[in-house]
């Protein structure tokens, strides 16, 4: 057996993790005890070399230590399981050595359970299926808060057999493809010898039962499909394309499993005047030339109705002010934001004799 790691995969000591991997899989296809002329010994070294150069502490060890370092026996990060051993490399193989190893649905989880005396596993339920909509609301609803009736058709529980899939009455029987066990369970070969997977019995899904007589209003499935109407409350503040979630207003689960959830995205519908930044509101507002040099107090439309600002004399076009409080409210309920406005100051176009004359007089003071 080689006495250096890197001499074994055949890489430098400052080759990269990619190139280690390339080289490890390259060299564990060609010697796989599996295939015709493999080398159980050396498929073995050449784990031995991987599972410590693929791990950067490990490798930092082997480093400034060799081999004397100690690896700590039943070691493993992502990808490796089996004391340390990597099992990222056996996608090239199958059970006979040749092209596309492969597991199936097969965990290595359920491998390992098996092999070492795995309980019996508890069947779950599937749940219901989340149901996603889009509800439109005005930029004033956004700011105030609103409500939604939203019509849904979505499977229910069955309201006849209460979601069990059974007739009413009728009696339960053992399952006769897993006589009451809830599990089926298949030996297997792999390279590691034989073992035993076991999964859920599809026919009484891990319940050991099965009914008589199927409901026959749902069928056996537990559940009916329905339209239903479902309120909802939009909370004010709330941003465009913002979702609410609703927890179990989803689909009912199979056979009493968690209901899904509902999602709905929210979409505010721009404003004519109205724009939002942050939790402020965002308009402008026009003024004349006089309003501008001389001062003045002008309506300034807000979310809520007209107010009254004041213009102090000298104010400069695209200059913005706050009333305070008139913005948007905090979706946690602390404080709102202000409404800035923003002054566009006319600039008249076709001026008279008087008024240019006006204005040549102003000229004449600067």
Request: with cysteine.
């Amino acid at each position: 057996m080689a006495t250096n790691y890197y001499d074994i995969l055949g890489v430098s000591k400052d080759a990269t993790d990619d190139e280690i991997k390339k080289a490890y899989r390259k060299l564990a296809h060609k010697h796989h005890p599996d295939k015709s002329g493999g080398d159980e010994a050396k498929f073995k070294e050449i784990n031995s070399a991987y599972q410590v150069l693929s791990d950067k502490s490990k490798r930092q060890q082997y480093d400034q230590f060799g081999q004397t370092f100690d690896q700590g026996g039943f070691q493993g990060g992502q990808g490796q399981g089996f004391g340390g051993f990597d099992f990222s490399g056996f996608q090239g193989f199958n059970q006979q050595g040749q092209g596309g190893f492969d597991f199936g649905d097969i965990g290595f989880d359920d491998i390992f359970s098996n092999i070492f005396g795995g309980g019996r596993r508890k069947a779950r339920k599937k749940a219901g299926n989340d149901i996603q909509v889009d509800v439109g609301i005005t930029f004033k609803e956004m700011v105030e808060g609103a409500s939604r009736t939203i019509n849904l058709y979505r499977r229910i529980v069955c309201d006849k057999c209460h979601g069990t899939g059974s007739e009413p009455g009728t009696k339960k029987e053992t399952c006769p493809t897993c006589h009451g066990s809830g599990q089926i369970r298949k030996n297997m070969q792999s390279f590691f010898g034989s073992f035993s997977q076991v999964s859920t019995c599809p026919t009484c899904e891990g319940t050991g039962e099965i009914s008589s007589e199927k409901c026959k209003k749902c069928g056996g499935d537990g559940r009916i499909k329905e339209e239903q109407m479902i309120d909802v409350d939009i909370p004010a503040g709330i941003q465009d394309g913002q979702t609410l979630s609703m927890e179990g207003q989803g689909e009912a689960g199979e056979r009493g499993g968690r209901a899904g959830d509902l999602y709905i995205n929210i979409h505010v519908a721009p404003h004519s005047k109205f724009k939002r930044k942050n939790n402020d509101i965002l308009s402008e507002e026009q003024i004349t030339f006089s309003q501008a040099v001389l001062g003045d107090k002008i309506l300034v439309e807000t979310i809520d109705g007209e107010i009254k600002m004041k213009v102090p004399a000298g104010t400069q076009s695209g200059e913005t002010f706050k009333i305070r409080d008139e913005g948007v409210p905090s979706l946690d309920g602390r404080g709102k934001g202000d409404h800035l406005v923003k002054i566009i100051v006319k600039i008249p176009r076709n001026l008279n004799r008087e008024q240019k004359m006006l204005i040549e007089s102003l000229k004449k003071l600067d």
